[in-house]
Each structure stands twice: as C-alpha cells, then as structure tokens.
C-alpha cells in the first residue's frame, strides 16, 4: 500500500479520494459513505454476487471482526472506524469469536 500511495504523490490526507471523470485528477476530500456503498456493490455484481446482501456497513464491520481476531485493542479499532459507541464495536468485536479455532482457519 505504501508504494501505492507514495506513486499517487499522497503525502498526508484520505487515501480513498473521489476521482474526477476522466480519472486524470483526485479530490483532496474523502469518498462518501454513499460512494462507497455505489463502488461495494458494482464490485458485488462483477463477481457475480447480489449486491443486495453487501453494503459499506459489511466492510466496516469484516474490518472489526478481522481486528478482533488480530487482538486489536478496541480503541484503536474506534479510531480507524470512527465508532462513537464502544457497545456498537463490542457487538462487532464479539462476532470474531466465532471464527476463533474454525475449521476453515488457514484456507486463504
């Protein structure tokens, strides 16, 4: 990602920007969470997957349910996600046990 974002000539400021038609310039403002959610899902259906089932909400919450199993502490995790409510991520958080000792653990 580094590499990614040193090509870009990003040297502070949101790494997810609008790009302007035409792609030959990016705004110096972060994507919408409406934006996001457009780009989640026209992803979904080029995968061939119902974009109804995916939304931003599900890479937010993939991210704290990934951390969780990283033992990130939940205040880091606030931080990157922006949660005001600890009871919101803790209701996240708690979804990564499930996966802990799974069967499928490894595969990717």
């Known amino acids: 990602m580094k590499n990614c974002i040193k090509e870009a000539?990003?040297?502070?400021?949101?790494i997810f920007r609008p790009v302007l038609k035409g792609g030959k310039r990016c705004r110096n403002s972060a994507l919408t969470g409406e934006a996001i959610s457009r780009i989640i899902k026209n992803r979904a259906c080029d995968a061939g997957l119902d974009p109804k089932l995916l939304s931003g909400h599900s890479v937010r919450s993939g991210f704290v349910t990934t951390a969780g199993l990283h033992n990130a502490p939940i205040n880091s995790i606030m931080e990157q996600t922006r949660h005001k409510d600890v009871n919101t991520v803790?209701?996240?958080?708690?979804?990564?046990e499930k996966f802990k000792n799974d069967a499928g653990t490894g595969f990717l």
Do not use: L, N
């Open 90 to 96: 803790r209701s996240y958080f708690a979804d990564h």
């Open 9 to 14: 000539g990003i040297e502070t400021g949101y």
